[in-house]
């Protein structure tokens, strides 16, 4: 069973797929990549409303935590024209991977690739940075710490994404959750209800794909 089948019912995630496809070749080749080497990328209509609030957001300058081939950024880049794309990735692999996905890329965005572990990595982030827009991809148990190390460097009015927060539904109170899975579930539990709470934010939880909270920044 893929992301998202269980949590829109699956013939209806098949239909949203089936009505947002893509035709630019180079995504579909790391789409393609993605699904041979099970890499878990964005679904196609996840990556569809993050091109889509991007474009409405028009950042100047992206943050993104857990780059993997380099898929999301892209597609955030598409959106963009231009500006600059900061993503983070601790995987050497990954990291290579991505670096041959920006120099494909046929866009005039800038890419600047940090490896490590992400919450490392935000501790030495530049301070006088502002990101406009961060999309949160990476260890779904950290996701409060990236949040919280990221605000700080928010500019006014910026956009928070975070992915696979309803984590294949399971952090709904009638899903058995499987013994390995119940501290991310648990954790992004908390992390759902303190966004929710958070006064500096306005969030809205949508349920595509593996779930995505959007929060904008009020200040
Ligand atoms: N955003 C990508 C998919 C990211 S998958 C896309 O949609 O195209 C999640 C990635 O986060 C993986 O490549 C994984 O190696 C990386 N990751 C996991 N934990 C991490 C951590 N603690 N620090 C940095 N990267 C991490
Ligand atoms: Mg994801």
Known sequence: MGAGENIVNPALVAALQTLTPTHDPFLKSLEAYAAEHRVPILQPESAQLLELLTAMK???HVLEIGT???YSAVR???????GKITTIEK????????????????????F?????????VLKHLKPSDLYDLVFIDAAK????TYFDLVTPMLAPGALVISDNVLFRGLIADDQPVDKRFKTIAKNLKAYLAYLMAHEDFITSLVPIGDGFAVSL???
């Open 58 to 60: 028009k950042p100047k």
């Open 68 to 70: 993997a081939i380099g």
């Open 76 to 82: 955030m880049a598409i959106a963009m024209g231009e």
């Open 91 to 110: 995987s050497p692999e990954m990291l290579e991977l991505a670096k041959t996905t920006f120099e494909n890329a046929k866009t005039n965005v800038v």
């Open 112 to 120: 600047e690739q940090l490896e490590g572990d992400a919450a490392e």
């Open 141 to 144: 148990s950290h996701y409060k």
């Open 217 to 219: 920044s009020r200040k």
